[in-house]
């Protein structure tokens, strides 16, 4: 009898054991399989470079041989519709290659918006498309590389630990970044001609180059709109705690929406605080009434107008143009004093 229950739990366990290895090694394969299926997704496209010298000078077939080997461990950053990658070609020339994975129409939209917004623009405070390829699974945008990454990193990573935020950043870096962010927007809403609506300013959109020179990326949100028009009829996007009440209210984006989201930014490098930043929450609160209640010695910084650029009221915000004149009479002034 006690022979009969032994033998039945040896074989229990043998059949316990077996399935753990077989559930294992399918996981495995699967797992496998999926791997393959993504390095060979991106493969059969089509490269398309803008012209630039820097780019003539590559040869187009080493260049995509290394794109399509990029991987897992030359990730530098991701976000809501892509991955994004280091892609080095030699000691002295790197890309940013921000991969988009095709399926839904969303993300497809998104390519193209920041093709038709990116495609002619060369502007020394927006970061440069310096080309695309395309395939049937895959989407790809070749970016410059910016080597000191996102103002988000840079704010909340890299400056998080500093006791005195706003007066170590003053020192460091403030002015230089509000102005650099700052003079990329006229540009689109202004110069170009059919202007370009960012619809997605926020400080992980803000990259910062080899001098913490600010500048304006991922187009993937942006609205072209005909000069003679006052706003673009649109699906609600973007990110919250940056959006404009009356864009968030009905969907229409205007050139002051994205002035309303830059205010918020400029609170953002002001206080070390995220617009989702959990004080908020908590309160109940937005960044622009928390700034105004809590904090008003810090405003001490921003003149005049500048305060009003996240103001609830359209007609009470500065437009851009405004904005950077204000920014650059302050980073002048304290020049001076400094
Ligand atoms: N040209 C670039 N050079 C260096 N780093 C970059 C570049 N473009 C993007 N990155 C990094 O990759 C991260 C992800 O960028 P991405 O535009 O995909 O997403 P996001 O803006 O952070 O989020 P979401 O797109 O969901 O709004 C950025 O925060 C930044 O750190």
């Known amino acids: 009898m006690a022979n009969a229950v032994v033998l039945a739990l040896y074989i229990k366990l043998c059949f316990v054991f077996f399935f753990f290895f077989i559930s294992k090694i399918i996981i495995s394969v699967l797992l496998y399989r999926r791997w393959k299926r993504k390095q ?28 399509l080997k990029l991987s897992n461990k030359d990730i530098i950053g991701s976000g809501g ?17 921000k991969r988009l994975n095709k399926g839904t129409a969303d993300r497809d939209r998104g390519f193209e918006r920041e093709l038709e917004a990116m495609g002619d623009i060369k ?23 910016m080597p000191n990454g996102s103002l988000d990193t840079f704010l909340h990573v890299i400056m998080k630990n500093v006791v005195k935020f706003l007066v170590s950043l003053d020192l460091l870096k403030f002015k230089k970044i509000a102005v650099g962010a700052a003079r990329g927007l006229p540009y689109l809403h202004h110069d170009c001609i059919t202007h370009i609506i960012h619809r997605d300013i926020k400080s992980s959109n803000i990259l910062l180059d080899q001098n913490m020179e600010a500048r304006v990326s991922d187009f993937g949100l942006a609205t072209l709109m005909e000069p003679d028009k006052t706003h673009v009829s649109t699906f609600v996007a973007g990110t919250f705690g940056y959006l404009a009440p009356e864009y968030f209210d009905t969907g229409r984006a205007t050139t002051k929406g994205n002035v309303y989201s ?36 810090e405003l001490y910084v921003l003149d005049g107008r500048l305060e009003n650029c996240p103001d609830d009221e ?12 204000m920014l650059e009479k302050i980073r002048s002034d304290k020049a001076l004093t400094d």
């Open 123 to 145: 502007h020394r405070n927006i970061v440069t498309l310096h080309g695309y390829y395309t395939a049937p699974h895959c989407n790809l945008l070749i970016y410059e590389l």
């Open 314 to 325: 359209i007609d009470n915000r500065p437009t851009i143009a405004e904005v950077v004149k």
């Open 40 to 67: 060979m997704v991106c493969k059969d496209g089509m490269t398309v470079m803008f012209r630039s010298p820097m780019m003539q000078s590559l040869p187009s077939d080493a260049f995509l041989k290394k794109t």
């Open 81 to 97: 519709y892509g991955t994004v990658y280091r892609l080095t070609i030699n000691e002295s020339t790197a890309f940013a290659v």
């Open 262 to 297: 830059f205010g918020v930014l400029l609170l953002e490098l002001l206080t070390g605080k995220k617009p989702d930043d959990e004080v908020f929450i908590e309160e109940g609160s937005k960044i622009v009434s928390w700034v105004k209640a809590v904090v008003q010695e």
